[in-house]
């Protein structure tokens, strides 16, 4: 698992979990405020990957980056962050329409308990399914999605005031047992 203080890094994570592309992280993350040490960071990586997808729509270069984070979160031994960047990488396949390369891609990654990170996986599986035609196996993720969708919202609604601590959630979506160096 990465460890850091670097507050660029700290808002890549920041951004992946919450698929935040403001102006800000994009200024940073792609400008040249980005020093040879950002470039091994795998959030870095997985972050821009998710850039290229949703606001450029260059699923060539998405999926090139998501493997670059994923070959990096490999060998820091991060599996929530693996997960994060084989869902990015899957979903990219979707958009290039190898849809079997990206239920591939899913098959051999671990699962996450992380619920942004879980539901990505679930999007993507979905998505490649229905580019199979498999309409049985894309509501299967589909269900599962919408149940961690809906979990993570109750989380967010408790953190925000807006429901009863009492109902049961999951544990929070960034915990400070997986990123510690993050600030609550």
Do not use: K
Not at 43 to 55: H, K, V
Not at 133 to 143: P, Q, R, S, V, Y
Not at 151 to 176: E, F, K, M, W, Y
């Amino acid at each position: 698992m990465e460890s850091t203080n670097d507050p660029i890094v700290q808002q890549a994570i920041r951004a992946v979990l919450d698929l935040d592309l403001d102006a800000f992280a994009r200024d940073c993350i792609f400008g040249t405020v980005l020093s040879p040490e950002h470039a091994q960071s795998p959030w870095i990586w997985c972050w821009r990957a998710m850039a290229q997808r949703i606001r450029y729509g260059d699923y060539t270069a998405a999926f090139h980056h998501a493997q670059r984070a994923s070959d990096l979160f490999a060998l820091s031994d991060d599996r929530d962050g693996y997960a994060r960047s084989v869902a990015e990488a899957a979903i990219a396949c979707y958009h290039l329409g190898q849809y079997v390369a990206g239920l591939h891609l899913l098959a051999a990654c671990p699962a996450s308990t992380q619920p942004s990170i879980a539901s990505a996986l679930a999007l993507a599986r979905y998505l490649n399914a229905i580019g199979l035609n498999d309409l049985a196996a894309a509501l299967n993720a589909a269900e599962q999605g919408s149940a961690l969708w809906r979990t993570n919202q109750r989380h967010n609604d408790v953190c925000a005031g807006r429901l009863s601590s009492s109902v049961t959630l999951c544990p929070p979506i960034i915990t400070a047992a997986n990123y510690p160096w993050l600030d609550s």
